[in-house]
């Protein structure tokens, strides 16, 4: 029998609040470096590619992401390309089915939960300074993610986050509302799962205790599906770095009865598959 990743406490933490932060998860030689060498390698490449002349630092844990804010100041679809490439690395696809998740996930969820990976629900974010239309509003990730009711975000930084980079922001135990409705905000060209907003926002989270954890390269944050989170404003000179990795449990009834659909990314519209949740705004 494998030994037991969490303490009694922990799981506790984790039913109370619906977050749980767990320190040096990862190991950093042999989890985070690879995949900071691959992203180092990617942004060189690009680099090259637009034929850049940019004096970039001497790989290290450090540096990875040297260069990234002269390539995105040059173009910022440059950027994109970056982004789109970084969730290929190998060492990070290694990482995203590493065992021990699938572990985490019974040990939270207890032994009738079957594990499963959620198809496009895992990548790299890059949240650049002072860029807010990409950032996420007040949201629980089921409508984004669908899978099932009862799922797992896997959270962790590739860099130190500082107050000043706009570490994500949590309600604890909000997850105890079940899901909530929401309502679409298309607007600075947002679309998809970026538009959907907390139907009465304020009135929603008001009720509830914000943590914004500051974490560093080998922590993980464990969060409910149905936590209330945002992102938060990155004022720093430099891009905040993190990694997302999203698990669910195939045993959940409601997922099991929409067939374990994923959300936008899979091509559905959350609000075909559960209208009832979805709200229209005044004057529509």
């Known amino acids: 029998m494998s030994r037991l ?11 109370r609040d619906g977050v749980l ?8 030689e042999r989890d985070i470096l690879p995949i900071q060498r691959g992203i ?17 630092a001497p790989f290290s844990a450090a540096t990875f992401d040297s260069g990234y804010q002269d390539l995105i100041a040059a173009n910022r679809s440059y ?16 990482l995203v089915v590493n065992q021990r998740h699938d572990q985490l996930l019974c040990e939270l969820r207890g032994p ?35 899978r099932s009711l009862d799922g797992l975000v896997y959270w962790s930084p590739l860099l130190v986050v500082s107050e000043e980079m706009g570490p994500v922001r949590f309600c604890l135990g909000s997850h105890h509302l079940g899901p909530v409705a929401v ?17 009465q ?16 390269p080998g922590d993980l944050v464990v969060v409910d599906f149905l936590v209330l989170h945002a992102s938060g404003y990155n004022r720093a000179q430099r891009s905040r770095w993190s990694m997302q990795l999203r698990y669910f449990n195939f045993s959940e009834p409601t997922g099991r009865a929409h067939g374990w659909k994923g959300s936008y990314a899979a091509g559905v519209d959350f609000r075909d598959v559960h209208p009832e949740l979805f709200t229209k705004q005044e004057g529509e």
């Open 183 to 199: 309502t679409s905000k298309e607007e600075d060209g947002r679309s998809a799962a970026y538009a959907l907003v907390l139907h």
């Open 112 to 146: 009738s939960a079957i594990p499963g990976v959620a198809a496009g629900g895992y990548g790299i974010r890059i949240d650049n300074p002072g860029e807010d239309r990409f950032r996420a509003h007040w949201h629980q990730e089921y409508p984004a993610q669908l």
């Open 79 to 94: 950027g994109g390309e970056v982004y789109d490439a970084v969730k290929q690395i190998p060492a990070f696809v290694r």
């Open 40 to 56: 180092y390698d990617i942004i060189g490449l690009v680099l090259d590619k637009y034929r850049l002349a940019v004096e970039r």
């Open 21 to 28: 932060v767990i320190p040096g998860f990862y190991d950093l």
């Open 201 to 216: 926002e304020q009135k929603c989270i008001a009720p509830f205790t914000q943590i914004a954890p500051l974490t560093s």
């Open 5 to 15: 990743l969490l303490s009694d406490s922990q799981r506790q933490t984790f039913e």
